[in-house]
């Protein structure tokens, strides 16, 4: 399958992100004095922005290679949902899958940025566990949804309280029985309730810390791929793709793995690699591409997003543009 044909093919691509989603905000200014009342910088404030993040930047990262992707998730009927919903909007995303919820705040990250240095993050959010009736919303949401016909569903778990045992294994089984794709992107909560998935994609700190393994990867090889057929026979997932951050990639189906090298970069902010990597490699699932080539353009995309500031989603030409070098 040549380059034009793979990314052609994604534009054709539905898939359902489910997850917690927040607003990352940042305020910019300039450094020019430390404060005579504490031995801290004074921002000349300049600018204030609000993007989508967290499962919601996976949704970025799909609609910029053209797929059309559709957010599940439950945010607070606050003015953060407001400004969640109207950043929707502004993208031209679907809010079919979105509810809103009185009883729970819409988590807000905020950056304090100085002569581009991030100097602090403020969180505003509330992360204990979602309740039982809006677990059946979320779940009843997802499912009708999934009826709709879609090629994949992205779990995206940041840990903010959506993602329950309940929600996990109700909406994997639901998946599964309807043949659709089901790729994951977890935190160390709930690590192991993510069993029967297509893909699971852990970083390497995740991976050991889900485990309780510890090893050197550059020179621990053997053990690192015996802790992965230790996660494989506790998942039965059948992809493990694992983001090595300087050192790359690693990919394993049934007994094929492939490790692919980082490529050299100016890196300037890993926020949101994982959120592009998930999205790349659940795309090229859909079209059929082999394992090997999932993770090199998997790795190729996370590694471009690091060369920008602040959480962005790829940019499908520049991305192109990369492919075209390594085939």
Request: charge should be negative.
């Amino acid at each position: 399958m040549n380059v034009d044909s793979i990314f052609e093919q994604f534009s054709n691509k539905k898939i359902v992100v489910l997850g917690d989603v927040m607003i990352d905000a940042y305020l910019r200014g300039a450094v020019s004095r430390i404060s005579p009342e504490a031995p801290v910088p004074i921002i000349e404030f300049q600018k204030a922005e609000s993007r989508l993040g967290g499962a919601a930047n996976v949704a970025l990262n799909l609609l910029s290679l053209g797929a059309q992707p559709i957010i599940c998730s439950l945010i607070g009927d606050d003015d953060g949902g407001a400004n969640f919903m109207d950043l929707l909007n502004e993208k031209s995303l679907s809010l079919e899958g979105i509810i809103l919820d009185k009883q729970r705040k819409t988590t807000i990250k905020t950056r304090v940025i100085g002569d581009n240095q991030h100097l602090l993050r403020i969180d505003d959010e509330e992360i204990s566990p979602i309740n039982s009736k809006q677990e059946n919303s979320v779940i009843d949401r997802v499912k009708k949804i999934l009826d709709s016909k879609v090629d994949a569903l992205i779990i995206e778990d940041y840990n903010k309280g959506l993602l329950t045992e309940k929600v996990i294994e109700t909406v994997i089984d639901y998946a599964n029985e309807l043949g659709i794709i089901v790729t994951v992107d977890p935190k160390r909560d709930n690590f192991f309730a993510y069993k029967n998935v297509t893909l699971f994609k852990p970083n390497l700190k995740e991976l050991k810390e889900g485990l309780n393994v510890v090893f050197d990867i550059e020179t621990g090889k053997t053990d690192f791929e015996m802790a992965i057929n230790k996660l494989e026979e506790r998942l039965n997932n059948k992809i493990s793709l694992i983001t090595l951050s300087e050192h790359g990639v690693f990919i394993k189906k049934n007994d094929e793995m492939n490790y692919t090298p980082a490529h050299h970069r100016k890196i300037s902010d890993v926020s949101g690699a994982g959120d592009t990597v998930i999205s790349v490699a659940t795309l090229c699932l859909t079209v059929g591409l082999e394992v090997k080539k999932i993770a090199e353009i998997s790795n190729l995309a996370g590694g471009l997003v690091c060369e920008l500031s602040g959480v962005v989603p790829i940019n499908k030409d520049r991305l192109k543009e990369e492919v075209f070098k390594i085939t």
